[in-house]
């Protein structure tokens, strides 16, 4: 079994910057793809990027590319989330996600493990 735990949100203004972290115990996920995911208020999960086992093949989604960057950790089992120039409308709860398997993923339905959320919060 995989545990993953989200870290790093906050009450953040307009043009702020926030970096989340995801840590991953119990099996060991270094061979795994990552992804972080957000879901506002009344809305549905939303992908935002992912990263494929080795930490070389990312995605985004265009309402964050340029302004996120994710990474994995040298150990494979921890993720990063660096969030540049938030806006109101990044205002969620962020998770991080793994699945079983080694390249990239980005559809939700594929990813096995997720966390708890942490909560990013963008005054204007």
Known sequence: QVHLVESG?????????????????????????????????????????????????????????????????????TMYLQMNGLRPEDSAIYYCAAADRAGIVVRTSLYTYWGQGTQVTVSS
């Open 9 to 77: 949100g906050g009450v953040v203004q307009a043009g702020d910057s926030l970096r989340l972290s995801c840590e991953a115990s119990g099996r060991a996920i270094s061979g795994n793809s990552m992804g972080w995911f957000r879901q506002a208020q009344g809305e549905e999960r939303e992908f935002i990027a992912a990263v494929d086992w080795s930490g070389s093949a990312i995605y985004y989604a265009d309402s964050v590319e340029g302004r996120f960057t994710i990474s994995r950790g040298n150990s494979g089992a």
